[in-house]
Structure formats: C-alpha cells, structure tokens
C-alpha cells in the first residue's frame, strides 16, 4: 500500500481545504518546494499534487511552482486540476509529470476519455471524487449525472486498470476513510484503488492495509501530515 503526501496548490501556497470547500481553507506554507522536498527527506517515494486553482477555472494556474517541485525535488509525482485537454496531458508529461490525474473532463466526456487511454494509457488515472455516491466535478462544484460505482465500471470497461477514489464529504475533516464506498468499489469492479480522504491516524491507515489483499494499492494522506496527526515515517511502515 503506497503513502502518497498530498500537496493542494492554491496561488501557489500549499492549502488544505474542508469537504472541499474553497471558503475553508488553511494555508500551511508559501513554500510548496520546501513542502515537497520535507515529503522526500521523510522518505516518500511518490507525491500528489493538486492545482485548486485549475479544479475550479479548467486551466492549470500553478505550473511554475510544478516546474519547481519537479526539477529541485526529484522523486515522481502524479498532477492534476484543470487537466481537460490531450495537449494539456501532453505537457505535463512533457515536464516530467510522471502520471496526470483527471477529474472533471474525465466523467463528462466519455469520448475524450477513451482517447485519452488510446494514447497515454497508465501515464493517465482518473479520480472519481464523490459525494453521497454521486460523482462532484467543476471543483467539486458541480455534480454528474452518474453514481461513483457506476463511474468505476465505464472505467474497467475502457480499460484501465486503477483508480483514485475521494469520499468528499470526509476530505479534509480528519474523519475516517469511507471504508465502505471503498470496499465497494473493489467488490463491483476489479480495478485496483488508491484511497483518498478522512485519515485522521495510523489506526485509519490499519483499516486500509486491510484491504490489500482486495485491491487498495495506496492512500493519500493530506490533512493528518500537516496537522501532525503522525509522522509520515510512522505512516510508511504501511508500504
């Protein structure tokens, strides 16, 4: 099970926000290099990191401070917010993004998804990010007209093979993980997944090593690090 630290970007401070909610947000540093290198010293093998600014306008704002993280930091990362066109895709890739993780054009355009895998295969993940079931896109703004589960299955049957998963009303309030639209998702489909939301301790991230065995491959962790719920050393005795 792979401990993925999260970095929010949001005007290029690294930010955590509640249920998603650009109203209530904290800002835990201006310094989103200095973030991801502390990440890496502590001795994470993979980071994601998210563009708020993109989420919410569909154009990547925070380029620059990726540009940054990638060339001073060194060790890979999955990028996402904003991310709705093949060039952007391209791009990223092209910086040295080493998976794009898509969310809004993803679940409204089953088209441009399918062409999306043709091309960029495994370089590409999609995260369903739910709430009450339902699919949430524009920034979590906006809902689809499509269930989460219902979601992972178009997924399975394109092809690919994992998928992130976000419970929003548990992101960002130090809850608890949505264990059962987790182990859900893995009992409806047989695609692996990488948890996100709600870890609020190490005894979370024991209920979730649990579901290995059925599938969960790793969990972003956000929140719980910045508030040093744990140290992120305590929480890669999972890997």
């Not at 043709?118 to 007209?145: M, Y």
């Not at 409806?188 to 090593?209: E, F, M, P, Q, R």
Request: hydrophobic share 45%.
């Amino acid at each position: 099970m792979l401990i993925i630290p999260a970095i929010d970007l949001r005007g290029g401070k690294v930010v955590r926000l509640f249920q998603g909610k650009f109203d209530q947000e904290k800002i835990y540093s201006s310094c989103p290099v200095k973030v991801a290198r502390h990440w890496a010293k502590q001795g994470a093998k993979f980071l994601h990191i998210v563009d708020l600014d993109g989420a919410a306008s569909g154009v990547s704002k925070n380029l620059e401070v990726l540009k940054k993280i990638i060339t001073e930091v060194g060790i890979p990362l999955e990028f996402g917010g904003g991310v709705r066109s093949m060039e952007t895709i391209s791009n990223l890739l092209d910086l040295g993004v080493g998976r794009v993780v898509l969310g809004t054009k993803a679940a409204s355009d089953a088209k441009f998804l399918k062409k999306a895998w043709k091309k960029f295969g495994e370089k590409i993940i999609v995260s369903i990010d739910a709430q009450g079931g339902l699919v949430l896109t524009q920034g979590w703004n906006r809902a689809a007209s499509k269930t989460a589960l219902a979601f992972a299955k178009e997924l399975e049957k394109i092809g690919f093979k994992e998928l992130i998963y976000t419970d929003i009303s548990k992101d960002g309030t130090l809850a608890g993980p949505n264990i059962l639209g987790i182990k859900e998702l893995l009992k409806a489909t047989g695609l692996n997944v990488i948890a996100s939301g709600g870890v609020s301790g190490l005894n979370d991230l024991a209920k979730l090593n649990k579901l290995k065995d059925q599938g969960l491959t790793g969990v972003i962790i956000g929140k719980a690090l910045y508030e040093g719920k744990f140290a992120l050393v305590e929480a890669l005795k999972f890997n």
